[in-house]
């Protein structure tokens, strides 16, 4: 795992013993047209311990898997099976579609550069590596937001809500794949750039950047792609959260006015299971929030100079984004029926239990609801 023809942690245990000869840094190994993009923050740390590369690059291979299987799967249950190409889980296979391309593009190419220990595929594929983790993680979470307004729609204005069509749908999609653009081909012009992170296997954001026209675009970015989003999913939430509790506690006055244990109407159950599939999203969004917010934390420390940022640190950021690619196919597997039970005609031996009988068509947490099944609000 080197590319300077000695065993790496033999060579790093010498090193280590040796005081690393007062000046190897963990620079040492990048070729010569990448050390343009170095930031001089960089170059008083020594070479990390070479096992830390080859546990990143075992775990992304992993997750890499795992995620391309996952997604892909989930892409072509949805895609293949009648009952599940509504409306609302076009938002669902967008997701999908976003996790499944940020594994294809960005795990082998972290996998090679884990084996060599830095960056080896030069300046240009380091910048198009940044551009397409920004991309598709800004994807993600909008596409996540436009999920949680959805459940907005349903669950909190009731019949009042206008039906989210397939026609509505596309144009969401187009405007999140805008949003995304928009905001990741800004460093390819200029405002910012995407370097090398301190591990030098992966290629973010310049947040050591001094400038502070380059600074801005960190705070910009971070708030139409972190903390609008985050507002808009707590809002969508709390009052989906308020409806549902409001119905349930106006079931139990009617069932205690009726003299009944209590009231289990089709209406009820759905209300049930629409409560059930807002928890269920909003796990999933939990999920992203905690991959991506060492990122947030980390572009801020390097912004404000808040703190010291070790490349050890940004192996940590590298591995909790990566992994939000993997969460979203399991909860879809847990948590709609009709996926497991197409799961389970296509794939059995991937079923560990036969699906619960389905009333209701869920997935993780966007369901497409007709007029006469929406509850009230």
Not at 98 to 112: L, R
Not at 170 to 184: N, Y
Not at 291 to 301: I, M
Not at 304 to 325: H, Q, Y
């Amino acid at each position: 795992m080197s590319v300077m023809g000695e065993p790496s942690l033999v060579a790093w245990a010498a090193q280590r013993s040796s005081g690393f000869g007062g000046n190897l840094t963990v620079v040492d190994k990048v070729l010569p047209d990448m050390l343009h993009l170095v930031d001089p923050y960089w170059y008083q740390f020594p070479p990390m311990n070479p096992l830390w590369h080859g546990i990143l690059g075992f775990v992304i291979g992993c997750l890499s898997f795992v995620s391309v299987m996952g997604n892909g799967m989930v892409l072509y249950i949805f895609a293949s099976t009648k009952t599940l190409r509504t409306p609302s889980n076009m938002l669902v296979m967008n997701l999908a579609f976003s996790d499944f391309c940020m594994m294809c593009t960005m795990g082998p190419a972290m996998v090679i550069n884990c084996y060599y220990e830095t960056w080896v595929l030069g300046s240009l594929f380091c910048e198009l590596y940044g551009m397409f983790g920004s991309l598709f993680g800004c994807g993600s979470i909008w596409t996540m937001t436009f999920i949680a307004l959805d459940r907005y729609n349903v669950i909190v204005k009731g019949l009042s809500a206008k039906p989210l069509t397939k026609k509505t749908a596309m144009l969401r999609i187009l405007l999140i794949w805008a949003i995304a653009v928009c905001w990741t081909i800004a460093p390819m012009f200029g405002w910012n750039r995407y370097v090398p992170e301190g591990n030098m296997t992966a290629c973010g954001t310049d947040y050591l950047n001094k400038d502070w026209f380059s600074r801005s675009y960190i705070l910009v970015y971070s708030f139409f792609v972190y903390f609008l989003p985050l507002f808009i999913i707590i809002y969508s939430y709390f009052y989906i959260v308020q409806a549902v509790a409001a119905h349930e506690k106006s079931m139990r006055e009617q069932a205690k006015k009726m003299n009944v244990a209590s009231l289990r109407s089709s209406e009820a159950a759905q209300t049930s299971a629409e409560c059930k599939l807002a928890k269920i999203a909003l796990m999933t969004i939990a999920l992203w929030f905690f991959a991506w917010t060492p990122y947030l934390v980390t572009n801020y420390v390097g912004i404000f100079e808040s703190g010291k940022i070790s490349p050890l640190a940004t192996i940590w950021c590298s591995l909790f984004a990566k992994a939000n690619a993997v969460y979203n196919p399991i909860v879809y597997g847990i948590s709609h029926p009709k996926y497991r039970a197409a799961l389970q005609k296509k794939f059995p031996s991937l079923v560990c239990a036969p699906p619960p009988d389905d009333t209701v068509s869920q997935v993780s947490g966007v369901t497409n609801v007709t007029a006469d099944e929406k509850p009230a609000a």
